[in-house]
Structure formats: structure tokens, C-alpha cells
């Protein structure tokens, strides 16, 4: 089936957002009198929780507290949109290359996305220029769903959007959650592995790649060729340097 869109995660998949989150998690728990302090391979463990306000009621409840989750959660994402809107977070090798192949072949571009929006705004913005957003037909966020990933609701909310079937667009996504939204919404899915996700089971995933940068020839990818069998120009947009 003819590829007519792409479908990207935020976090860990467009840019290695994933530590600046855990960051300004603690320096809000520090400002809110909190003497706790997730580092890396606690917040890898509870980055199986998706959504940052379920991830700090749920470790709430581990530790026996009680908390203003909402006003936590409110404050994390201030600082860390200020940060963003820096400009310290630059997109992965091959994003915004492959976004310009994309839009010369007509193909939609979306985003279905655990984060909340005022985040992948900023990231837009701040790596992607001011126009940024007309440039996604669809842009989903965890305030759009019930249920998060790996519920697919918010790929599925996505493919309505932009009318759509799931085998119609290919997913790029980093985590073995969004690998099983983006499958629960029929999607063929490349996965490029993220910082905080490299370790994860990505079987049932239609590709994996190091970064979109890197080159088709390596032997990386080599048991996940399953795209490359796909009459469709993605294999060639995926390409290093394809047109
Ligand atoms: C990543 C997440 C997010 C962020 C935090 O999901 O799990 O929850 O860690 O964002 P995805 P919020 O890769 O699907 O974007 O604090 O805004 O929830
Ligand atoms: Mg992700």
C-alpha cells in the first residue's frame, strides 16, 4: 500500500528530551520541598509509566506520600519549556531531513505524542522555526486521550485526523510503548532507539534504525528489512541522502 504520511513521536524520537524532562522533574520536586531526585536509572524504570503527571503519582504512592501531582506536573512543565525555548535541545540526525524529503513528495507529516502540548510546541518552534507547526497536519498530545501509550488511542486520533488507514502511514517512534501504539493503530513503525530506551524489546517493530541519518547499507538494520520490501518511496526517503 502506497506510504501517504508520517507519523512522528516527540520525545526520544524528533529529540533527546527525555533527561531535560527528568531534570526539571526534580528541580520541582526541589521547589516544592521535595527531597526527591530521580536519577537516570530510576527515571529509565518509571519512563514505563507514560505521562509525566501519572509518572509522579505513581512513584507518589511507592514512596507513601502525598502530593500536589497536578501543581508538580504544572511547574515541570514550565521550566521545562523554558529550557527548550533556550534552544539547549537540537532534533536527532536525520529529522528535519527527513521532514523536508517528506513534504517534497506530498507525503502528510503528523505527531501523536505522549507529552503535553505546550512542550512539543516549544520544541517545534525552537528547532524548526516559527512556521513549524503548519507543517503537521495533525499534531496529538496526551490531553487529547484517556488512555496513553501504548494504548493507540492518540495514533488513531491521529489517523482521523488526517483520513487515513494505519497502513497507509509509517510511525517513527523510540520506545517498545510507542512501538505497541503505533502497531495498535495498524501502523508500520521504524524504530530508532533513544537514550533512555535503547535497552527496550522492539520485536514486532518494521525497522530499526541507530538515528533516520544513518545509512541503509548498515548491516544494523539488516533482520528488520521488512519496509524495504514495501513498494514505497520511504525507503528512499530513509535513505542517507535519498531524494
Ligand atoms: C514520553 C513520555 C512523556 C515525557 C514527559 O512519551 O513518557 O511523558 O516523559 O512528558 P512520548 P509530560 O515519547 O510518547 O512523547 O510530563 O508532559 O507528560
Ligand atoms: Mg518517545
Known amino acids: ?18 533527561d531535560l524532562h527528568r531534570r526539571s522533574f526534580n528541580e520541582a520536586f526541589a521547589e516544592h520541598g521535595l527531597d526527591w531526585n530521580w536519577d537516570r536509572p530510576l527515571y529509565t524504570q518509571l519512563l514505563g509509566i507514560a505521562g509525566g503527571r501519572e509518572r509522579i503519582i505513581a512513584y ?22 523554558r529550557t527548550i525555548q ?20 506530498h507525503l502528510s507529516l503528523a505527531i501523536g505524542t505522549t507529552t503535553s502540548r505546550p512542550n512539543v510546541v ?43 488507514s494505519g497502513p497507509e502511514c509509517v510511525c517513527v517512534e523510540d520506545s517498545r510503548n510507542g512501538l505497541l501504539a503505533a502497531r495498535g493503530a495498524s501502523m508500520r513503525t521504524v524504530i530508532t532507539p533513544s537514550q533512555f530506551t535503547c535497552h527496550e524489546d522492539f ?12 545509512p541503509w547499507s548498515s548491516p544494523e ?7 524495504m520490501d514495501q513498494p514505497v518511496d520511504l525507503c528512499r526517503l530513509l535513505a542517507h541522502g535519498g531524494q
Open 86 to 105: 533556550e534552544g539547549a535541545i537540537a532534533l536527532r540526525p536525520g529529522v528535519a531531513a527527513l521532514i523536508d524529503r517528506a513534504r517534497r513528495k
Open 203 to 214: 520485536s514486532g517493530a518494521d525497522l530499526i534504525l541507530r538515528n533516520l541519518a544513518m
Open 122 to 164: 516549544s520544541l517545534l518552534k525552537s528547532t524548526l522555526g516559527g512556521e513549524a507547526l503548519r507543517v503537521f497536519a495533525s499534531i496529538r498530545t496526551g490531553e487529547d486521550v484517556g488512555a496513553k501509550k501504548p494504548d493507540p488511542e492518540v495514533y488513531r486520533l491521529v489517523l482521523s485526523d488526517l483520513g487515513l
Open 1 to 18: 500500500m502506497t506510504i501517504r504520511a508520517i507519523v512522528f513521536d516527540v520525545d526520544g524520537t524528533l529529540a533527546e528530551t527525555e
Open 221 to 227: 538494520f539488516q533482520p528488520f528489512t521488512s519496509l
Open 60 to 81: 507518589a504512592r511507592m514512596m507513601g506520600r502525598q502530593v500536589d501531582a497536578d501543581g508538580l506536573h504544572q511547574r515541570k512543565t514550565e521550566l521545562y519549556n
